[in-house]
């Protein structure tokens, strides 16, 4: 059997967003949005679940395997 190179690749990626250490939301976006990582911040600041636990601000935020994990601290 033969295969084709496009159909392995993905056009989207699931973001994993912790606040403090602990899973509080995930993410779709397109695979073209892995390389701005103030878009995948922007995103993850405008989730619901992201804005209940950041209310008090962010002091800093750090992307750990990129584009897979952000996490943030508060």
């Known amino acids: ?3 084709d190179d496009k159909y392995l ?5 699931t973001v994993v967003v912790q606040v403090n250490g602990k899973l509080r ?9 892995l390389d701005d ?3 995948i911040l922007d995103l993850a600041l405008e989730d619901p679940k992201v804005k209940k636990h950041t209310a008090s601000g ?3 935020h750090i992307y750990i395997k ?4 952000l996490n943030l601290v508060v």
Not at 25 to 33: P, Q
């Open 1 to 3: 059997p033969t295969w």
């Open 25 to 33: 939301s995930t993410l779709t976006t397109d695979a073209s949005n």
């Open 66 to 69: 990129k584009a897979k994990l």
């Open 37 to 39: 990582e103030q878009k």
């Open 58 to 60: 962010i002091k800093k």
């Open 9 to 13: 690749t993905s056009d989207t990626v």
